[in-house]
């Protein structure tokens, strides 16, 4: 049974959920058992959360817009991409519950957080960015099978789209974080359409979370650019540290 006091929960807890998923990603991990603790079953609580995600990515991608940060058509290219990988996760995720991917996406992770402490600092003609030819193309396999994971929980799956496009692609964090945003938004589509059919939406406490979703991207997609790249890399360490902890101690 929904309490009034639920409703600004919600918002509160999609605030923090649209900073952190514009800026580094997991947010996902604060949400879906937040859903799951108003008493939606995992299914449902899966399919919900899109609803915010597609919103918050939308107003992210808008926000990045607003400061000249887009990276039209590679974005495009790879949203397409995800988008056929997605529909496969979404009917995966509705036919099949489980959560043993846990402790491997937390040691990922902790992978994740230890290569971009410790990794050699690129010179200056190295950084050119590779969004054509061969990269684009394996961007474009690659993030297929980023989609697939996408529409099955799409939990952490934003470090690791941060990690292929700032290594493989060589962009910086904030062209990053916009790619990123632009790719989830084309994707996500495809995954809601699929736990709608299914019946698997909650729209109304959707819509109440994406409110807090939208707003925090908005503010963190605009925020991150007048910070820049270091702001960027000391939230993403942070973030990951703290999903690969909860991720691995407490599921």
């Known amino acids: 049974m929904e309490e009034w006091y639920h409703y600004p929960l919600l918002v509160a807890v999609g605030f923090a959920v649209g900073f952190i998923n514009t800026v580094a990603g997991g947010g996902s991990l604060l949400s879906l058992p937040t859903l799951i603790f108003l008493g939606l079953p995992a299914p449902v609580a899966n399919g919900t959360n899109r609803v915010a995600i597609v919103i918050q990515t939308a107003l992210a991608t808008a926000g990045f817009k607003s400061k000249g940060i ?3 058509p590679f974005n495009v290219y790879l949203g397409i991409s995800a988008f056929f990988g997605s529909i496969l996760g979404a009917y995966i995720a509705i036919d099949v519950e489980g959560e043993t991917f846990n402790r ?3 040691i990922i992770m902790v992978a994740v957080v230890l290569i971009i402490i410790f990794k050699p600092k690129m010179r200056l003609e190295e950084m050119q960015e590779r969004l ?3 990269y684009l193309w394996l961007s474009i396999v690659v993030f297929f099978f980023f989609g697939i994971y996408g529409g099955f929980i799409n939990a952490g799956l934003g470090f690791l789209m941060m990690l292929f496009l700032h290594f493989v ?6 062209r990053v974080n916009a790619t990123k945003v632009a790719v989830v938004f084309i994707y996500m589509l495809s995954a809601l359409a699929v736990f709608a059919f ?3 939406v909650n729209w109304k406490l959707g819509f109440i979370l ?4 939208g707003t925090g991207a908005w503010v963190a997609s605009r ?3 007048k910070k820049g790249d270091g702001f960027i890399k000391t939230f993403l360490i942070v973030a990951v540290i703290v999903m690969a902890i909860k991720l691995w101690f407490f599921g």
């Open 70 to 72: 887009s990276t039209y």
């Open 104 to 106: 491997i996406l937390a």
């Open 198 to 200: 299914n019946d698997k």
């Open 223 to 225: 925020f991150s650019v």
């Open 210 to 213: 994406a409110i807090g979703n």
């Open 132 to 134: 054509t030819g061969k």
């Open 169 to 174: 692609n060589r962009m910086n964090l904030v």
